[in-house]
């Protein structure tokens, strides 16, 4: 995989919390259109994502790593930026496609993230 982007604290604060707007916006737009029920919690870089049946998935960022995580019950996932993207450090997915799968998976549809 190749090597993260080097960022300023500045440009990763930018970057996570645009992220982490993105997801919200999207959720609060399947609420609107009743597509599916998805309660959305934030706290500083942290967003917990509260799906039917009492399953969750996580987002936090890592300042001190400038990694987004990704928590699911499928596991864990740690997200780097290179080239543009967020990629996942293991597998090299892309952190929107593989946000998209967890919540489809846990949320029983088929769901899309996208920039």
Do not use: C
């Amino acid at each position: 995989m190749s090597a993260a982007t080097p960022l300023t604290d500045a440009e990763y604060l930018a970057k996570t919390r645009a992220m982490l707007d993105l997801i919200e916006a999207k959720v609060d737009a399947w609420l609107d259109a009743d597509i599916i029920d998805i309660d959305s919690h934030r706290s500083g870089g942290l967003l917990e994502l509260s799906l039917a049946g009492g399953s969750k998935i996580i987002i936090n960022t890592q300042a001190p790593l400038q990694e987004l995580w990704l928590a699911a019950k499928a596991g864990g996932f740690h997200f780097r930026y290179v080239d543009g993207l967020w990629l996942d450090t293991k597998t090299g997915a892309e952190f929107l496609a593989e946000l998209s799968t967890q919540v489809s998976a846990q949320g029983g549809k088929p769901l899309s993230f996208s920039a």
